[in-house]
């Protein structure tokens, strides 16, 4: 514990590491900003629907009457539609969520049937019959268990991986539907859980991972290592040389945790107080084998995710600490170890298919991607699971502290 005391109080007089975290947070606050500006609002959606409705009486108006003076078969079709219109309306306005997923249930059917007939499962058009498929199911699962769903709820608001071409009117692809659904279905929202959901997507990859390894970068090399610095007097102390490595792993992960814990309830605090919480019963989907799917509560996938990426931490942390001691230099070891990272995504991602690719630890540093299946589906291959994940990433950490230590061993017998 003293070790520990020893190496918080070397971590929080250092003048970047206080940056770095005043610029973390920093970009926290500014992304709410973006997410809170960027969420759809019953009042957004009710605003649309009442335009819709003074559409179709102006063209109403604009329809001849029969025989006898009834209504023409056109007007009496927009009259009937305004009517659905109205009960849509009050549901969005009333809160009666329900019903919103009902009707967009009862739209979605028709679709569904055309596609299962025509066994559309084998096809990249968007949407598919399994977009389709899971977009119904994601109603059914959030009437069951009394979600409030992420506005807006249409068509062009989910897609799924198998969603690759977007033709219309026979059109091999169009440009203008891709973004537009690219866009459409990349859900912004400000209640808290939801708004931390989007804030680990960014933050649980390479770009997190990276954060981190700067935040620590000179945790070892500042000792002084193969320069008399402070290390030496420590190694001169009757303390286990093990000991001084584990210490300094110990203090990146503890602190890494309590930097993610933070950031976690200032995501929730800001969602929150500027919005509402939202539900931890919000499904997210997981892909399976042969079009198989499933919905997982957003509680657990935030929970899964962060226990993956902390892992996946630990095997960065472990990777430079290793090359800390070959270097010893802050610089040398943070440039070689992004540069590790970088190349061994991209292994991961040119092996893909074989029989080794689930055991390299670089194909699980997203862990986003991994919770989700999301990968396991890309690649076709349902071994890349969240637990083979945690042993890998395990294994691998263990075998590169302990190269660590033994190349530090090394080179001070050699000196």
Excluded at 153 to 173: C, E, H, K
Excluded at 245 to 268: P, R
Excluded at 366 to 373: D, E, K, Q
Aim: proline residues 3%; negative net charge.
């Amino acid at each position: 514990m003293r070790l520990l005391q020893f190496e918080w109080k070397k971590l929080w007089t250092s003048g970047l590491f206080k940056i770095l975290l005043i610029l973390f947070f920093f970009s926290i606050a500014c992304y709410f900003v973006y997410a809170y500006m960027n969420t759809v609002r019953v009042s957004d959606v009710a605003l649309e629907i009442r335009d819709q409705i003074r559409e179709h009486e102006l063209q109403m108006e604009e329809q001849p009457d029969g025989e006898d003076g009834e209504s023409s078969e056109a007007a009496q079709f927009w009259l009937e539609y305004n009517e659905t219109l109205e009960a849509q309306l009050k549901a969005y306005e009333t809160g009666d969520w329900n019903t919103v997923l009902q009707m967009e249930i009862d739209k979605i059917q028709p679709d569904l049937d055309t596609l299962i007939v025509s066994r559309q499962y084998y096809t990249s058009s968007f949407p598919t019959l399994f977009t389709t498929e899971t977009r119904r199911a994601l109603f059914q699962y959030m009437q069951e268990h009394g979600v409030t769903p992420i506005l807006p709820v249409d068509i062009y608001a989910w897609r799924t991986l198998y969603d690759l071409n977007f033709p219309i009117d026979g059109s091999s692809d169009d440009e203008f539907l891709k973004d537009f659904v690219t866009e459409h279905s990349t859900l912004n929202s400000s209640a808290g859980i939801y708004f931390l959901k989007q804030v680990t997507d960014l933050l649980f990859g390479l770009a997190g991972l990276l954060f981190f390894l700067l935040l620590f970068s000179d945790i070892v090399t500042k000792e002084g290592i193969g320069a008399n610095g402070p290390i030496h007097l420590l190694q001169t102390q009757p303390i286990r040389r093990p000991l001084i490595l584990l210490t300094k792993f110990v203090t990146m992960l503890l602190t890494s945790a309590a930097v993610l814990v933070g950031a976690a309830l200032f995501s929730l605090g800001l969602g929150t107080g500027f919005d509402k919480l939202g539900d931890w019963d919000y499904p997210v989907l997981i892909y399976g084998e042969n079009y198989v799917y499933d919905f997982m509560p957003i509680g657990l996938y935030l929970a899964k995710t962060a226990v993956l990426f902390f892992f996946g931490l630990l095997f960065a942390t472990a990777l430079l600490f290793f090359f800390s001691y070959v270097t010893k230099r802050a610089i040398a070891a943070l440039v070689l170890t992004a540069a590790v990272i970088l190349l061994g995504i991209q292994l991961s991602n040119q092996v893909a298919g074989l029989g080794f690719a689930p055991y390299l630890p670089f194909a699980y540093l997203a862990s986003p991607y991994i919770v989700t299946m999301q990968t396991a589906a890309i690649w076709q291959d349902f071994r890349f699971t969240f637990q083979l994940g945690l042993l890998v990433l395990g294994s691998a950490s263990v075998v590169l502290l302990a190269a660590a230590y033994l190349w530090n061993g090394l080179q001070q017998k050699r000196g």
